[in-house]
């Protein structure tokens, strides 16, 4: 609750900051102090510190997996905030705004990942959505923003509509939008549950770009900013992701074995579809866009297996996943040259950067030592653990070995081919910013437990 | 079969119908006058159950101010019936089986549903009143309701970045 009110405030203190000072500077550091802010109220929440006693009427359910989601993710924009801080500022004129918008969007996060009724899961996907649509057309000058963020609101609101739609199949048949009274009595599948299942299950796929509700994605996220795309493909998508699992595991579990099936058919196409698109692509923007989705394909593992070790995976694919790719995106929107071309050399002309995108990119890969290996393992053993889906496991590792192809593509591209200097403009604070992120994925990676444990000593 | 269930199939049959004539008008202009005879069927629903002030404020707010807005827009930009950009037969093709599909599994699903043969429950709650509506609103819900407005504050940010200059 500390971050829902505090992110909410400091949205309509980011508006006002632009009034106050015209210094762009300023205003990115109230914002930095902001995040910091909330990530230090979720942390002592964590701790047991409630600023504000609501009474919620168990709408909202802050147990010590959504805090320690929230924390993750506070930190994972903290992140963001400090590397791609001044690449906001050259998309338009209207900074604070973009921030405040920002900051509504981290009240949706920590609403979607510890809502308690169908009706909170609503409002905290809009809150999501509705900023991003105008941050993906906020470059106005530039008609592909436009394009994107046109496409983005109608497939949004499209698949809005279906989610509301499968809500009130839910709640005509249960006559609540309480999870705990949904779970409680779904016990089998009448036919007004299961169409309002159905239709929640698509809706949560398109909200994380799984197939075959992906098209939207790759124009999107090519479309959109770089640094939104940034914040698109990792925050939003993990809280995406946090929403989809707290609902199926708080309303569905007596169920599962029914839609297990379809989710691991989603699965499967997700990952097929999204690695083997990858494959072709020349633009590292839009191959990033695909490889969203094919890293989307490996979370939903979570959604099929569905036990208490999924929500620990979930939690360690977010935080892997998402520090990857904001630093791989840090470095993009600082390029001229957003196909594999432009990384021609860099591994010559800027070693320390190259050698941080190495690790991201190998992060990303999955390659041992790296934060992105064990994320991948947590997820195909949860699906091992799950019994009858060896077939799906196999499909995973056979996509992971796909997207080696296109990710060692870049490394090769800085690494062994010559090109010229490209000028990207660099500090000594950006380039050890990278650093410590590339660090700390190497120390995620060697110790997971680490994270996971932390689910357990908070108690 | 009483009056209230009459008044019940006709305006279900009002809703569908107008509904589906929405969406095949060629029209704009006819599509969105549809669209304000299925808000009034929707809103005569609402009035049905007892909830008056709900079907008051459907009525003001989507069949007047949102619909106006609508013809407003659609004459600005002034559509011409054929200026509508021509699908090609393929694609209307997979259209028509993916929607009939649809159409398919939801009849399907719902033929047997736990509401079958319940026809409107005249008079039975009172939600819908404006002064059970403000408590509910203002006791039980009132969290989602504070928290909407963080909604349309964004919504109103978001409308004046992409309206300024």
Redesign the interface.
Same mark, same amino acid.
């Given at each position: 609750m500390n971050a @829902?009110v505090l992110s $909410?405030i400091w949205?309509?203190i980011m =508006?006002f900051s632009g009034i106050i000072t015209s210094r762009l500077k300023v205003v990115r550091v109230v914002a930095v102090l902001g995040i910091i802010v909330l990530l230090l109220s979720t942390i002592m929440e964590l701790n047991g510190t409630k600023f504000f006693g609501?009474? @919620?009427?168990g =709408?909202?359910v802050f147990d010590t997996f959504s805090l320690l989601f929230n924390s993750v993710i506070f930190f994972c924009v903290l992140i963001y905030f400090l590397l791609s801080g001044k690449d906001i500022e050259k998309v338009g !004129?209207?900074v604070p705004?973009?921030y405040?918008?920002l900051f509504?969007v981290l009240? /949706?996060v920590t =609403?979607a990942s510890s809502f308690n009724t169908l @009706? !909170?899961l609503f409002?905290g996907i809009? &809150?999501i959505s &509705?900023?991003l649509? &105008?941050l993906t /057309?906020?470059d106005?000058r530039n008609l592909k923003s436009n394009e994107a963020s046109l496409k983005y609101f109608l497939m949004g609101s499209f698949s809005t509509g279906l989610m509301l739609m499968g809500i009130a199949l839910i709640y /005509? $048949?249960k006559a609540s939008f309480n999870l705990d009274v949904i779970g409680g009595t779904t016990t089998e599948l009448?036919? =007004?549950v299961? $169409?309002g299942l159905l239709l929640l299950l698509f809706s949560m796929a398109f909200k994380v770009s799984a197939a075959p509700f992906h098209f939207w994605t790759p124009d999107v996220y090519d479309g959109a900013p770089g640094v939104f795309t940034s914040f698109m493909a990792t925050i939003v998508k993990a809280a995406a992701f946090i929403a989809f699992i707290r609902l199926f595991r708080g309303g569905f579990t007596e169920v599962h074995a029914k839609w297990q099936l379809i989710v691991a058919i989603i699965t499967a196409a997700t990952l097929f579809i999204g690695n083997i698109t990858a494959v072709f692509q020349q633009s590292v923007k839009r191959m990033l866009a695909y490889s969203s989705i094919s890293q989307a394909g490996f979370m939903m593992f979570a959604i099929v297996s569905l036990g208490d070790a999924a929500l620990e995976g979930l939690l360690y694919y977010a935080a892997a996943y998402c520090l990857a790719t904001i630093g791989v995106f840090a470095i993009l929107v600082r390029m001229k040259d957003y196909t594999y071309d432009g990384f021609n050399g860099m591994g010559k002309h800027h070693p320390a950067i190259a050698a941080a995108n190495t690790v991201f990119m190998l992060s990303l890969a999955g390659i041992p030592a790296t934060a992105g290996f064990m994320a991948k393992f947590y997820m195909l053993s949860v699906a091992i653990n799950a019994g009858k889906l060896l077939w799906l496991v196999i499909i995973g590792i056979l996509c992971a070995a796909v997207s080696v192809y296109y990710y060692f593509r870049v490394i090769q591209a800085m690494y062994f081919k010559d090109g010229e200097k490209q000028e990207i403009e660099t500090g000594p604070g950006f380039k050890l910013l990278l650093g410590i992120t590339a660090g700390f994925i190497i120390f995620l990676g060697i110790f997971p437990q680490w994270l996971i444990e932390k689910l357990y000593f908070f108690l | 079969m009483n009056v209230s269930d009459i008044l019940f199939y006709f305006l279900s049959a009002l809703a569908i119908g107008s509904a589906i004539l929405v969406v095949i008008s060629r029209s704009p202009i006819y599509s969105v006058l549809w669209l304000i005879v299925t808000f009034f069927a929707i809103s005569g629903h609402y009035i049905m159950m007892n909830a008056q002030f709900l079907g008051i404020v459907n009525l003001i707010v989507y069949a007047g101010a949102i619909m106006v807005l609508f013809l407003f827009v659609i004459m600005l930009i002034n559509l011409n019936t054929d200026a509508k950009p021509q699908k090609g037969k393929w694609l209307r093709l997979a259209g028509t089986v993916a929607g009939g599909c649809l159409l398919l599994v939801l009849v399907a699903a719902l033929k047997n549903t736990e509401v079958k043969g319940m026809g409107v429950q005249v008079g039975t709650g009172d939600i819908g009143l404006i002064n059970q509506l403000g408590k509910a609103l203002f006791t039980e819900y009132v969290v989602p309701f504070e928290i909407s407005s963080i909604l349309f504050l964004s919504a109103m940010v978001g409308a004046v970045v992409i309206g300024k200059k």
């Open positions: @829902l $909410a949205g309509v =508006m609501f009474n @919620l009427n =709408m909202l !004129m209207n705004d973009y405040a918008l509504f009240a /949706g =609403m @009706l !909170m409002l809009e &809150i &509705i900023p649509y &105008i /057309g906020s106005k /005509g $048949a009448t036919p =007004m299961s $169409a | -």
